[in-house]
Nanobody, 127 residues
Framework: QVQLVESGGGSVQAGASLEITCSLSGEMTNIRAVGWFRQVPGKEREFVASVSWDNHVIRYGDAVKGRFIVSRNNYMGWVRLRMNDLKPEDTALYTC????????????????????WGRGTQVTVSS
């Protein structure tokens, strides 16, 4: 079992920055890829970013590339998503998730590759 808890969401103005954190605990979290996804009611879940467990590979969704930055600390048990130059279209519930134990240097884009999920943290960006 793995527990994931997101924190740091909130309401900001367009152009601002915000950092959200995914706190991890449980089995073999240091050898699982971690992904961030977001969802707006009525729309499909959208891939935001994924980081390999060895921190060597990070992949971003097209909508956030160049603005969002993922960082990971296995020792402290967290993965952070730094969101810069936020836009109203970034408004969503942001959720982190982990894969099953996986090879180093591997990330996953599809949500069906993730086996444990947090409950999410709301980010609202106003214009």
């Amino acid at each position: 079992q793995v527990q994931l808890v997101e924190s740091g969401g909130g309401s900001v103005q367009a152009g601002a920055s915000l950092e959200i954190t995914c706190s991890l605990s449980g089995e073999m979290t240091n050898i699982r890829a971690v992904g961030w996804f977001r969802q707006v009611p009525g729309k499909e879940r959208e891939f935001v970013a994924s980081v390999s467990w060895d921190n060597h590979v990070i992949r971003y969704g097209d909508a956030v590339k160049g603005r969002f930055i993922v960082s990971r600390n296995n020792y402290m048990g967290w993965v952070r998503l730094r969101m810069n130059d936020l836009k109203p279209e970034d408004t969503a519930l942001y959720t982190c998730a982990v894969t099953a134990p996986i090879s180093k240097g591997v990330v996953r884009v599809g949500s069906n590759s993730y086996v444990f999920w947090g409950r999410g943290t709301q980010v609202t960006v106003s214009s």
